[in-house]
């Protein structure tokens, strides 16, 4: 069973930063890439940000310049959001696709339970 553990939502002024941090956890087979994505209310699912796991990087445009995306080693996916603006506000999402040691030919979407995040002064 795949699992992904979010923390690091908040309330945070404008032009502050917050760090959220998604712990991965199952039977792995292969990453294929950990992301991010927000959802405002009233507004559809959108890309934040996206690491493969060759480590190359996506970003929306709205957010490039502030936030970054990395990952370390023990599988724990991290995005330092700087200079939150208002528009920022949304429910956070961390997203994975992978493979698992059971079925290892077809990857499959994950996400977790989602962290809120609101830019208010």
């Known amino acids: 069973q795949v699992q992904l553990v979010e923390s690091g939502g908040g309330l945070v002024q404008p032009g502050g930063s917050l760090r959220l941090s998604c712990a991965v956890s199952?039977?792995?087979?292969?990453?294929?890439?950990l992301g991010w994505y927000r959802q405002a209310p009233g507004k559809q699912r959108e890309l934040v940000a996206l690491?493969?796991?060759?480590?190359?990087t996506d970003y929306a445009d709205s957010v490039k310049d502030r936030f970054t995306v990395s990952r370390n080693n023990a599988k724990n996916l991290f995005l330092q959001m700087n200079s939150l603006k208002p528009e920022d506000t949304a429910n956070y999402y961390c997203?994975?696709?992978?493979?698992?040691?059971?079925?290892?030919?077809?990857?499959?979407?994950?996400w977790g339970q989602g962290t809120q995040v609101t830019v208010s002064s």
């Open positions: 997203y994975a696709r992978l493979s698992t040691l059971s079925s290892a030919w077809r990857p499959q979407e994950y």
């Open positions: 199952g039977s792995i087979f292969r990453i294929n890439a």
């Open positions: 690491i493969t796991d060759g480590g190359s």
